[in-house]
């Protein structure tokens, strides 16, 4: 079932809303994510609202460069990143770790080889 989630980095800087289910987060083990330690959840850019400005935040690109990873310059705190999935439509890789109210516990992992791409 489709639901609003709010979100945020450790200070507030960085706030968003997303729309969609949560029936699942990913696990990457890629450079950037194993450091992170991040559980993502992907949406349609269409479904995520950012609700700070855009220049409250810091991004980092790195390899191809096809994903944005947004980062609170205060904090430190990486909620989110935007980018393509591999058809082309425009995403949002939500750090579930920043969503409101969530049991991460309670969702099932998929681990992801992006070391390998």
């Not at 450079?31 to 220049?55: H, T």
């Not at 944005?68 to 705190?77: D, N």
Request: contains cysteine; neutral net charge.
């Amino acid at each position: 079932m489709s639901q609003t989630y709010s979100g945020s980095c450790h200070c507030g800087n960085i706030r968003f809303e997303a729309t969609g289910d949560l029936e699942q987060v990913f696990e990457c083990n890629c450079s950037i994510c194993r450091r992170k330690g991040a559980k993502m959840w992907f949406v349609p850019r269409a479904q995520f609202k950012l609700l700070s400005e855009r220049e409250k935040m810091a991004t980092y690109t790195f390899n191809t460069h096809r994903i944005q990873h947004h980062f609170c310059p205060t904090c430190g705190i990486a909620p989110f990143g935007e980018g393509t999935d591999p058809k082309g439509n425009e995403m949002a890789a939500i750090n579930a770790r920043c969503l409101d109210g969530v049991d991460l516990d309670a969702l099932p992992v998929q681990h992801f080889d992006g070391a390998s791409l």
